[in-house]
């Protein structure tokens, strides 16, 4: 019984030392599936660029808080061509953006206060006039896609 038992402990043994064999020797695919499937664009120039531009209302790392709302929930949600377009061509709340949004009622987070008394709804701009956005708006995504999946901490991404 002791031998089978010292057999079946070495069986094991010897599974457990080839199932890690098998990962170390698959690494590297692994790493280049991954490679290939991110987004393309510049992490490093998509974090400069939203430094410069976004974070000013979206906050240093677009996480809450922030006067404007956290934005890794919802670039998470999204693939790059609807992140361009809601960048670049629209971002208000017009019909089209109900359809698209629901039709609740803005969110207290999207008014601010005016001088007067009163709300004003805070709008992001639609920057397809701005060279220096249209020009990295594919890096912009490579950065916050990489946020909001967790590729990605806070601060400055390594080069």
């Known amino acids: 019984m002791t031998l089978l038992r010292s057999l079946a402990g070495a069986v094991s043994l010897a599974a457990v030392l080839a199932a890690c064999a098998v990962r170390l020797d698959n690494a590297e695919p692994a790493r280049q599936l991954a490679r290939e499937s991110a987004p393309a664009g510049s992490a490093v120039e998509g974090w400069r660029l939203f430094n410069q531009r976004c974070a000013a209302c979206h906050g ?80 912009l995504y490579a950065y916050l896609s990489a946020r909001a999946d967790g590729r990605l901490g806070t601060g400055a991404p390594p080069r």
């Open 60 to 139: 240093k790392d677009a996480a809450a808080p922030a006067p404007m709302p956290d934005l890794l929930d919802r670039v998470a949600q999204m693939g790059p061509r609807r992140f361009a377009n809601l960048v670049l061509a629209r971002y208000d709340w017009s019909q089209a953006v109900a359809a698209d949004e629901g039709y609740a009622p803005i969110p207290r987070m999207y008014l601010r206060a005016t001088p007067l008394g009163g709300t004003q709804v805070l709008e992001m701009p639609a920057w397809a006039k701005d060279p220096a956005v249209v020009d990295h708006v594919a890096d």
